[in-house]
């Protein structure tokens, strides 16, 4: 018999979706009579499954793993009837599916279900032929129901604006139950089992609308029927389903009057008819998530340009996960605010113009400025929203056309110091693993991050893995977010003290011999220099300095290097601070100290914000190095370039995205084009930004609506949103992914690398790109770290994790041999602490953070023109702690203005304990632009990277007289009450008095299988 042992790592990282648990040696069974080979422990269903036999299987969810509800993978197994999807596997297990017991107890239980259901597939949304209970149907053969469906006498649920819930569909299978309470880890959804008439609650009995439920779509991803059905569906996706209420009600009743007379196969019939019907219109497009960096990928189920619904369940980053801005967030993209007309100013307004004549404009303005005042007199801002191929083209065009350096993307706001900090470290500024290994951690710690709203479906991982008992959590930051709330450890560092804790845990762990001497001896250079640069930074000193007492951080010192695998995860509250790489590095040195890179479970996870932000730096949209970091005095690089684009590269650095502003206002920038960039609102210190896009003479934007940085532009070019193109989108884990075209460009707009091509054609360079695929065999054979990247090996889910070999190899976890440097072997750096320059004073006393909230992506600009988030989250607010609240006589709902020395917002109060005492936080959304949080943030930055010191700022708040309602609605899930508990809890279901395993057999529950083999016989 093989035992369970250690996850193995190839097994681990094949599967999509959420780890399972492990799986032990390789043994043999035999099913129907043929030998499989299997795995012990594994359920017994995926052998079945893994050598096609056909079992109905209506619970079961390969994702989920077994809930054990539905019976109706009953099967012999050494001649006892039991549940094929709760049975491990055990060596040499002898198993049949189709005896006469196995038989009557999978019809006696899916009897039992369809009595749960109301069986009307013809006139169903949910025909598409992916149900798993009118499929489970055919698999029986069943031609009659011996227990007529009763009403139950539940109201349907539609108080959410995304799903509705129909109790009278609900077959009570609590796929919806385990994906919420252990995949998403929300635990809103529970089935109270031992109620007369069981259903599925929320919060225990509230109405969706006015529960925890955070609408990220599990539970309706997972329904195996129409129960749980998007309502974007609703009356949309059937050939009969959009008919009036009353017809369709009587419909039904003539479906279920003809199964009384004929049984269920010629209803079956027709339904199946009509589901293949459907796929005359319902176009079903992979995609990749436009929102964050975590990228899920999912299909886009459409007709025409409705989107009918987003089904995810192959994708390698998410697998059956989403969260609310990728399950339901599409409206934007039918926005009536697109914008579809390229625009030309005229003098205070803007007019319509075609594209040849804006195109025309742009190529002339451009060549005219560069010829009066030189190449550097233009600058160009990438998108991290857009595709790589698109981010390649800007940086081309920047490089080849105009002979400029002055690039850059948005990582510049958030990652660059990351990156610079691991570069500096382990010589990649990426993330060292994927999300696989982040959940197969021993040990997760994050440091200035919002995981769980930033990046929800890679927060879902590690809250799964905590709640399952697999990792600890600590959670470092100002602020209480939810994971900080679950959290085993939380702890609130002074702001922007984190180098000093993380300086002296590993000073301690080196004083005291925890390191891990055998990785820094074999794989680490420059240990005294760093030793002696963190000399200073005793347990004392930084309980001084961070508030965190000295034992705490022993004890967190001492804890790290007992564990087996580490993983650190960082965001913005790290980055956006004056020592934003230092205190970058100084967690790689951690983790290297300790001897956690190049393991499954460890390493460094900078998490990326924007979809593409990794993608638009991977790319070369900088100022310092073209494609895949390659320097841009790199002779290397120099020499393919010189080939390819037929120019040579410049080796001077170019301008930044900080250092653009201060050249336009300066006058030594004169064009600027920005792509997808909101900048207006999301640089710091925007009133400065402001008065830079003022001074230039030509401004480009290109976007899909006309931003508030449009408002400053000369010419407004309408773009196509990434649902309407091809390309490759790279996320934080550096794997790269397709994204297919779900539906045309919006008559209008055009593809944004469609827009550089056509631009670069005027200005004498005819790149004669006809497919993104051509762009990114430009790539591969200009970027080494992506020498092996083609379209065709990205086909559908198919992904490659950067670095890529000429023959496709990838890697998905970096530094398992070598770190990135000519004698592979990582460097610790010795930092530097750099404290906060805008600590509060008497004038600004408060301490101000800023940051994403869950229902929105950003400024808000693609969210918002979503009805159903603009409702649960409709604008930006500034949350106060209660001890300020009390102090100041301030309650949730009042109007304040916040005053810093850059410019005043006026805002809405919340009062909440998630921030504390005299620390403020305002949501990066705004509903209006001169409410925009970066009004008040001021020009500091990383020291490095130039990244703007974002949570580096002091305000003040003058209370106004005005009072509102609450800025968060009843509706927002912030106030439910989740109802936590260990999955679906089918054992609950099995201890009914009136339950009795399927076919009249005795309840059987996984272990107790030899015990009953006396007591039930084959009948074979
Ligand atoms: S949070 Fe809401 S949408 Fe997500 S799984 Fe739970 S009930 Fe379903
Ligand atoms: S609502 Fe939940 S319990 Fe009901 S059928 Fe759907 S997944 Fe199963
Ligand atoms: S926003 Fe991020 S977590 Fe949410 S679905 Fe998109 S990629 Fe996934
Ligand atoms: S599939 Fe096994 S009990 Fe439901």
Redesign the pocket.
């Given at each position: 018999m093989g035992e369970l042992d250690v996850p193995n790592d190839a097994q681990i990282r094949s599967e999509v979706g959420p780890t399972r648990r492990p799986r032990g040696a390789q043994v043999q069974v035999t099913v129907d009579g043929a030998a499989q080979a299997a795995w012990a422990g594994e359920p017994l269903?995926d052998v079945i499954n893994r050598a096609q036999i056909e079992l109905?299987?209506?619970?079961?969810h390969p994702q989920l793993g077994?809930?054990?509800?539905?019976?109706?993978?009953a099967v012999e197994i050494d001649g006892v009837v039991g549940?094929?999807?709760?049975t491990p596997v055990q060596a040499g297990m002898v198993v049949r599916t189709q005896t006469n017991a196995a038989r009557t107890a999978q019809r006696d239980?899916y009897d039992r279900i369809v009595a749960n259901h109301d069986l009307y597939c013809t006139v169903c949304d949910n025909n598409n032929g992916n149900c798993t209970v009118h499929n489970t149907l055919g698999v029986l053969g069943i031609d009659h129901q011996t227990r007529p469906f009763q009403p139950k006498g539940f109201e349907k649920d539609m108080s959410n604006p995304f799903y509705r819930y129909d109790p009278d569909q609900c077959i009570l299978?609590g796929r919806c139950v385990e994906a919420c309470q252990n995949v998403q880890v929300n635990e809103t959804l529970t089935i109270n089992w031992e109620a007369e008439q069981p259903r599925v609650l929320w919060d225990g009995g509230k109405p969706i609308g006015e529960s925890s439920c955070v609408s990220c779509g599990h539970c309706v991803t997972v329904c195996p029927c129409n129960a749980l059905q998007e309502k974007s569906m609703l009356g949309e996706a059937g050939l009969f389903t959009g008919i009036p209420l009353p017809v369709w009600n009587s419909a039904i009743d003539v479906v279920k009057g003809v199964e009384a007379s004929a049984g269920l196969k010629p209803i079956m019939n027709v339904s199946e008819i009509e589901s293949a019907a459907r796929d005359r219109y319902i176009k079903k497009t992979k995609t990749v998530c436009t929102y964050c960096g975590v990228g899920c990928s999912f299909d886009v189920w459409t007709d025409e340009r409705h989107i009918l619904k987003v089904e995810p369940g192959l994708g390698h980053a998410n697998g059956i996960s989403t969260c609310v801005k990728g399950k339901f967030g599409w409206d934007y993209v039918n926005s009536a605010d697109r914008l579809t007309s390229p625009l030309i100013r005229d003098g205070d307004r803007f007019r319509e113009a075609t594209w040849d004549e804006a195109l025309a404009l742009v190529a002339r303005r451009f060549t005219e400025i560069r010829a009066a005042k030189g190449p550097d007199a233009l600058a160009f801002v990438a998108s991290s929203k857009a595709s790589n191929e698109e981010a390649f083209l800007v940086q081309k065009f920047a490089r080849q056309v105009i002979g400029t350096n002055n690039v850059d993307n948005c990582s510049r706001y958030c990652q660059s110091p990351a990156s610079k900090g691991l570069s500096l470290t382990v010589g990649i500024g990426g993330d060292s693993g994927t999300i696989k290994d982040i959940e197969n951690a021993s040990l997760v710690i994050t440091v200035g991050s919002n995981t769980a709203e930033s990046h929800p479906v890679l927060a879902t991982r590690v809250k799964r893995a905590q709640k399952l008992g697999h990792t600890r959590v600590i959670v470092f930051d100002i602020r209480e977010h939810e994971l900080a709330r679950r959290a085993d450890e939380f702890h609130r560092p002074n702001p922007g003290t984190d180098f000093v804790w993380l300086a002296a845990v590993s000073k301690f762990i080196l004083d005291n011999g925890l390191e891990d001497k055998d990785f820094l001896r074999e794989r680490v250079n420059g240990l005294d220099e760093f030793r002696a640069s963190i000399e200073q930074y005793t347990l004392e000193r930084a309980e001084r300095e961070t508030g965190l007492s000295a034992e705490t951080l022993e004890a967190l010192a001492r804890r790290i290097a007992s564990e087996d695998r580490v993983c650190i995860l960082w965001a913005m509250g790290v980055t956006q601070q004056c020592g934003g790489t230092d205190t970058s590095a100084t967690i790689s040195n951690l983790l290297l100290i300790t001897g956690n890179y190049g393991r499954l479970g460890t390493g460094a996870y900078p998490l990326r914000g924007h979809n593409n932000v990794q993608g638009a730096s991977d790319m070369g949209a900088q100022p310092d190095a073209v494609s895949g970091y390659q320097k841009i005095d790199d002779p290397f690089a120099v020499q393919r370039h010189e080939r390819e684009w037929g120019v040579t590269l410049r080796p001077e650095r170019g301008l930044d995205n900080t250092q653009m502003i201060d050249a336009a206002i300066r006058g030594d920038l004169r064009a600027l084009w920005i792509t997808g960039e909101e900048m207006s609102l999301t640089d710091a210190n925007a009133n400065h930004l402001q008065e830079g896009f003022e001074a230039l003479e030509f401004l480009v934007v290109q976007d899909l609506y006309f931003t508030n940085t449009a408002r400053f532009a000369d010419v407004v070019l309408p773009a196509a949103a990434s649902l309407e193109k091809e390309g490759t989108f790279t996320n934080t884990e550096r794997r790269i992914q397709r994204l297919y075209e779900v539906m045309p460009p919006l008559k209008g707009t055009r593809p944004d690398w469609e827009i550089y091509t056509a631009v670069a054609e005027r200005m004498g360079h005819r790149w004669g790109y006809t497919h993104p695929s051509e762009i990114m065999a430009e790539i591969a054979r200009l970027t080494p770290h992506f020498a092996g990247v083609s379209y065709d090996r990205l086909e559908g889910y198919d992904t490659l994790c950067w670095p890529v070999a000429e023959d496709g190899t990838d890697q998905p976890l970096l530094y398992t041999e070598r770190f990135n440097f000519p004698d592979g072997k990582a460097r610790l750096y010795a930092g530097e602490y750099r404290p906060r320059q805008q600590a509060p004073n008497d004038d600004f006393d408060l301490h101000l953070n800023s940051g994403r909230m869950l229902e929105h992506f950003h400024e808000g600009n693609m969210t918002f023109r979503v009805a159903g988030i603009a409702a649960k989250a409709p604008d930006a607010f500034v949350e106060i702690s209660p001890e300020l609240a009390a102090e100041r006589n301030i309650q949730s709902g009042q109007w304040a203005r916040l005053v810093s020395e850059h410019g005043a917002v006026r805002l809405q109060v919340l009062v909440t304990g998630r921030v504390s005492g005299n620390q403020v936080f305002v949501p990066m959304n705004a509903r209006k632009a001169e409410d925009a949080v970066n009004r008040l943030t001021g020009s500091q930055g990383d020291a490095t990277t130039n990244t703007p010191a974002y949570k580096d700022t002091r305000v003040r708040l003058d209370v106004l007289r005005d009072v509102g309602p609450n800025p968060l609605p009843a509706t927002n899930p912030r106030w439910g009450h989740p109802t936590p508990q260990q999955g679906v809890e089918v054992e609950r279901k099995w201890a009914r008095p009136d339950y009795v395993f399927p076919g009249g057999l005795l309840p059987m529950h996984g272990d107790s299988l030899n015990a009953r083999a006396d007591a039930l016989g084959a009948d074979d």
């Open positions: 269903v109905a299987q209506v619970c079961y077994p809930i054990q509800t539905c019976d109706t993978c549940r094929a999807c709760g239980a299978c």
